[in-house]
């Protein structure tokens, strides 16, 4: 059974830093990209981040480039993405998930076979 279950949102201050965990379990962690995905109320999800299987390439949209940084664990099976400098226009529910087939387009959602239930990040004083 597939698993995706990811921890670390919260609310922090502006400029602050939070740090995601998605851990997964049931399907081969190897041979998946994982990629980190974002939706704020009333907006569609979009993608933030993506790590190619053996982290062999990394993906960030511009929005948060400098400042979010992917990193994958193979022998734990986790993914983490370090947010630094959160800034008004990052709260969202954040979800974690698996492709099998990326092709060239990380950032879409529909190459994407599994996901988490999604983790609210709050960004506020």
């Known amino acids: 059974q597939v698993q995706i279950v990811e921890s670390g949102g919260g609310l922090v201050q502006p400029g602050g830093s939070l740090r995601l965990s998605c851990k997964t379990s049931?399907?081969?962690?190897?041979?998946?990209?994982i990629g980190w995905f974002r939706q704020a109320p009333g907006k569609e999800r979009e993608g933030v981040s993506c790590a190619s299987s053996s982290e062999l390439s990394k993906y960030y949209a511009d929005s948060v480039k400098g400042r979010f940084t992917i990193s994958r664990d193979d022998d734990e099976s986790m993914v983490y993405l370090q947010m630094n400098n959160l800034k008004p226009e990052d709260p969202a529910v954040y979800y974690c998930?698996?492709?099998?087939?990326?092709?060239?387009?990380?950032?879409?959602?529909?190459?994407?076979?599994?996901w988490g239930h999604g983790i609210q990040v709050t960004v506020s004083s």
């Open positions: 998930a698996a492709s099998w087939a990326l092709g060239s387009t990380w950032d879409n959602a529909a190459k994407y076979n599994y």
């Open positions: 049931g399907f081969p962690f190897d041979d998946y990209a």
